[in-house]
């Protein structure tokens, strides 16, 4: 069965670099969520997309932009880049709506170095 | 606002063992799911189990079963039969039901370490 597709899978940029990360979600999936997992640490939602809208937002800083496209593709874009934004970044799509709550599916994970 | 913990770091278990993970919440939401997502040295998150709240029988899959208590908010997860792929870190974790469109709130990981 199709999956999550996320990248590049692995991601080194320096101080102050942008970086840009890409999620394909599971066909006739609509929503797209952005974790965020330090190392050690566990995953932090950043922000969520629902029919290319923005659904919800979590802890995604002033730096971080994201969008979800016609194709429900979506795209975490990461500015002014810090060595605290090294981290493995997640993807994870579901069929969203008010009513339906199905559970969300995981990408494998972009990890991001910044030097 | 919900918070989910997870009071045991580490945990290991012999091949062909039982092992229960715990995982207590809090929350003021009446409606809302819980899950157990897997995440192997590969670094994926798998969905384990899920649970709805509203569901007073415990969820089951294979040979991963969970004990719901919703009065007390404890979320445990009880891995029979442990296998060497069974080797992973395991969260738990939180979803209000309804608009939230799914942002999930995680616990802070145990990790299990099935031994031959």
């Known amino acids: 069965a199709a999956g999550v597709i996320q990248s590049p899978r692995h991601l080194i940029k320096e101080k102050r670099e942008t970086a840009t990360l890409k999620c394909y979600p599971i066909?006739?999936?609509?929503?797209v969520y952005w974790y965020q997992q330090g190392p050690g640490q566990d995953p932090q939602f950043l922000i969520s997309f629902y029919e290319k809208m923005q659904s919800d937002k979590g802890s995604i800083p002033d730096r971080f932009s994201a969008q979800q496209f016609s194709d429900y593709h979506s795209e975490l874009n990461m500015s002014s880049l810090e060595l605290g934004d090294s981290a493995l970044y997640f993807c994870?799509?579901?069929?969203?709506?008010?009513?339906?709550?199905?559970?969300?599916?995981f990408g494998n994970g972009t990890r991001l170095t910044v030097t | 606002a919900q918070t989910v913990t997870q009071s045991q770091p580490e945990m290991s278990v012999q091949e062909a063992e039982t092992v229960t993970l715990s995982c207590t919440y809090d929350?003021?939401?009446?409606?809302?799911?819980l899950f157990w997502y897997k995440q192997p040295p590969s670094r994926q998150m798998i969905l384990v189990i899920r649970q709805e709240a509203y569901k007073q029988q415990n969820a089951t899959e294979n040979r991963f079963s969970v004990n719901f208590q919703k009065a007390a908010k404890s979320f445990s997860l009880k891995i029979s039969d442990s296998q060497l792929g069974d080797t992973a870190m395991y969260f738990c974790?939180?979803?209000?039901?309804?608009?939230?469109?799914?942002?999930?709130?995680f616990g802070q990981g145990t990790i299990l370490t099935v031994h031959p």
């Open positions: 066909p006739r999936h609509d929503t």
């Open positions: 974790a939180f979803k209000v039901g309804g608009t939230s469109y799914g942002k999930l709130t």
């Open positions: 994870a799509s579901s069929r969203g709506g008010s009513s339906y709550n199905s559970p969300l599916h």
């Open positions: 929350t003021s939401e009446n409606n809302y799911y």
